[in-house]
């Protein structure tokens, strides 16, 4: 199956650079290239891509706007965003997790990394960013009030292991790193990260993190 890849990045050069690394693979494929957001949400709906490689900073329609829009588009259910970015420990990767998207990279990433985050988050398996994830979503996505209520919450839609599986997919663990940890084959975490998505609606992985922050399932480390 070919990955089919919509490049979305104001540099010209950027973009030439990355569609020969994404061409040059015998799994991809780039359809489409798109200079800001609001021609990425265009050729996102003409093309439907498996994965946008979206830019933050743009003229006009930013990416965060566009991951947004193109997140939501009930026409686009099966594409991913993937946000590749200068800025790693900013504010505005935060949102756009909160907009939608499946992770995210530095530019200054290996190109073995590039491909292989491609290829994850077109599978839908996992959040793909740079170590500081955790301090990142902490600070941005954490509740600046106490947790609601379980009776109140949407986690109470899920057992007690989907919510101790999501409790460890927020740690930034694998599947086979919580397979490990709580001594169950991966086949069973990944049935209940897949079955605590569904109870969610959460899109990808990335989803139950936001999630797991925004309800206080998990807190943020202090000090």
Avoid at 77 to 105: K, M, N
Avoid at 210 to 215: E, F, P, Q, W
């Amino acid at each position: 199956m070919t990955i089919r890849v919509l490049l979305a990045d104001d540099q010209a050069l950027l973009r030439g650079t990355f569609r020969l690394l994404f061409d040059s693979a015998d799994d991809m494929e780039v359809v489409a290239e798109a200079a800001d957001g609001r021609q990425a949400i265009e050729m996102a709906r003409a093309t439907r891509p498996d994965v946008v490689v979206m830019d933050i900073r743009m003229p006009g329609m930013d990416g965060i706007a566009a991951t947004a829009a193109i997140c939501t588009d009930e026409d686009l259910p099966d594409t991913r965003v993937l946000i590749l970015t200068t800025f790693e420990i900013d504010e505005y990767v935060a949102h756009a997790l909160q907009a939608g998207a499946s992770g995210f990279l530095g530019k200054g990433t290996s190109t073995e990394d590039l491909l292989a985050a491609v290829r994850t988050v077109a599978a839908g398996d996992s959040l793909l960013s740079p170590l500081a994830t955790r301090a990142l979503i902490a600070q941005f996505l954490s509740l600046p009030r106490p947790p609601l209520p379980l009776s109140d919450s949407p986690l109470k839609a899920l057992t007690a292991r989907e919510r101790e599986v999501m409790t460890l997919v927020a740690a930034g663990l694998s599947n086979d790193e919580i397979a490990q940890s709580m001594h169950v084959s991966p086949f069973t975490v990944r049935t209940h990260v897949h079955r605590a998505m569904s109870k969610l609606h959460a899109r990808d992985r990335a989803q139950l993190v936001v999630l797991a922050y925004r309800t206080g399932l998990v807190r943020p480390e202090t000090g």
